[in-house]
C-alpha cells in the first residue's frame, strides 16, 4: 500500500474528510481539502514534517506512515531479507507449503514478535468472518514504536 493510499484508509477511519484533516494540518479553508487529495493521489508526496504531523492528528505513531517498499517483487524480497537480519524471521517448510517462522533462540525478540503477530492473528480472523470490514490496526498505545 502506498503511503497515498493509507492517509486514505486512516483518513476515513477516523471518520475525517479531506477537507477536515487539511484544516487539522493548518491548511487555509480554501486549498485543505485539494493538498490532502493531492497526497492521497500521490501527485505529492508529505515531507517528513507533515508526516509526523499527519501521525499527531491520526493519533498514531508516524512509523505507521513509513511504508516499506513493498509495491514490487525487490522491494518485498528487501523487506523480507530485514525481517530475517532484524527480527529472526526464517523461511520454513511446513507439511509441505512454505512458511514464515520466527526463531525462538532470540529470546526477548521472539517474545516480541509473538505479542505483535498475535492481535494480527486475531484481527485477520474478525476479517475473515465478516465482523469488521478493514484490517487497518491501530495500537491501543499508538505512541510505542
Avoid at 485543505?32 to 504531523?53: C, F, H, I
Avoid at 522491494?75 to 507439511?95: C, N, P, Q, S
Avoid at 514464515?100 to 468472518?129: D, H, V
Wanted: hydrophobic share 35%.
Amino acid at each position: 500500500m502506498i503511503l497515498g493510499e493509507r492517509i486514505k484508509r486512516i483518513r476515513t477511519f477516523r471518520g475525517l474528510t479531506q477537507r477536515e484533516l487539511g484544516l487539522k494540518l493548518g491548511y487555509e479553508e480554501r486549498n485543505a481539502d485539494v493538498r490532502v487529495a493531492q497526497y492521497e493521489s500521490g501527485s505529492r508526496t508529505p515531507k517528513t514534517d507533515l508526516t509526523n504531523k499527519l501521525a499527531e492528528v491520526f493519533d498514531i505513531s508516524p512509523q505507521v506512515l513509513s511504508v516499506p517498499d513493498i509495491d514490487s517483487y525487490t522491494g518485498l524480497m528487501h523487506t523480507l531479507f530485514a525481517l530475517e537480519d532484524l527480527y529472526g524471521f526464517k523461511i520454513d517448510r511446513l507439511d509441505g507449503e512454505i512458511c514464515i517462522r520466527i526463531n525462538r533462540q532470540n529470546g526477548s525478540t521472539f517474545a516480541k514478535m509473538t505479542g505483535l503477530l498475535k492481535p494480527w492473528e486475531e484481527m485477520a480472523q474478525k476479517y475473515r468472518n465478516g465482523e469488521i470490514s478493514c484490517l487497518l490496526y491501530t495500537s491501543p498505545s499508538p505512541r510505542d514504536a
